[in-house]
């Protein structure tokens, strides 16, 4: 999919993929609330607790003060979104998600 996206939307992409490989793992994602504010993150696979990277990056920006999410990005090897992740985006407004690939190019946006 070629896309020319924001440049605020291209930074989400960007620090969704840079926290991806700083961890080894196989999800990325950065979130924007709605003063700009962001909030990357990876899964957590804990054995009392696990989340996936959209779902820490959203608790991170509400746990924060966030009201609203203005977008999202996810970077994975993954062909859609999880249900659970868009379904967590949508409890807290309706930005929309970015689906991007490992090296950055944009396989969808859902809102």
Known sequence: MTETLD??????????RSVRARNGSPEG???RD??????????VALPSLTLSAIQVAVAMA???GAKSLEAAALVTDAD???AADLAVIGDVGDGTLFLAAPDGSLKGRYS
């Open 29 to 31: 994602a950065a979130v």
């Open 62 to 64: 509400v746990s924060s």
């Open 34 to 43: 709605e003063t700009g504010r962001t909030y990357a993150a990876t899964g």
């Open 7 to 16: 440049p605020e939307d291209n930074k989400i992409i960007t620090l969704a």
């Open 80 to 82: 859609e979104p999880d």
